[in-house]
C-alpha cells in the first residue's frame, strides 16, 4: 500500500508540475484567479508552484526522504484546499487550474467540492506516507533513512538492499 500511495503521489505532483509549466501563462492566470496574493507575488509563485510540485513528485519517485517529502506535499495540499475553499466561500467562479488551465470560468462550472474532495484524496496518501514511510524499491529503503515498518506490510525487495 504504502508504495501505491508513494507512487501515486508522486505522479500527482509531477501531471500536475508538468502541465503548469507546459503553460506559464495560463498558470498566471490560474493564480491571479484566487484573488488572494499581491500583485507582485502572482509570478513568484506562479513560477514557483510548478517547480516545487516537480520537485516533490521526483522525491517521492525515487523514495528520498519520504517522511518530509509527505510531510510538505499535506502542507501543499492544505494551502491548495484553503485555497480552493476561499474562493468558494467568496463566490469567486474559478477553475483552480491544479492541473494545467484554470482562471475565470462560469458560475455553473465550478467544481470546489469535487476539487476538495480530490485534494483530501491525495492528502490522505501524504499522512500515509508520514506514518508508514518505508515502501519497496526506495532509496530510502537502500539508505536505511526510514524506520522499521510497523507490521508485516514491508517485505520484499528494500529488505533484501539493507
Known sequence: MGTLARLGLAAVWLVSGALKISDPGQ??????AFDVLPDGLVRPVAIGMPLVE???GLFLLAGFVTR???????????VLIAAIAQSWARGLSIDCGCFGGGGQIAADQTQ?????????????????LIVRPRTWLSVDGWLGNSPAP???????????NE
Open 27 to 32: 498558470t498566471y492566470i490560474a493564480v491571479q
Open 68 to 78: 518530509w517529502v509527505s510531510v510538505l506535499s499535506v502542507l501543499l495540499l492544505a
Open 150 to 160: 510497523a507490521d508485516d506490510d514491508y517485505v520484499g525487495i528494500a529488505e533484501g
Open 112 to 128: 470546489y467540492p469535487q476539487e476538495i474532495a480530490r485534494d483530501l484524496g491525495f492528502a490522505f496518501l501524504g499522512v500515509w
Open 54 to 56: 516537480l520537485a516533490l
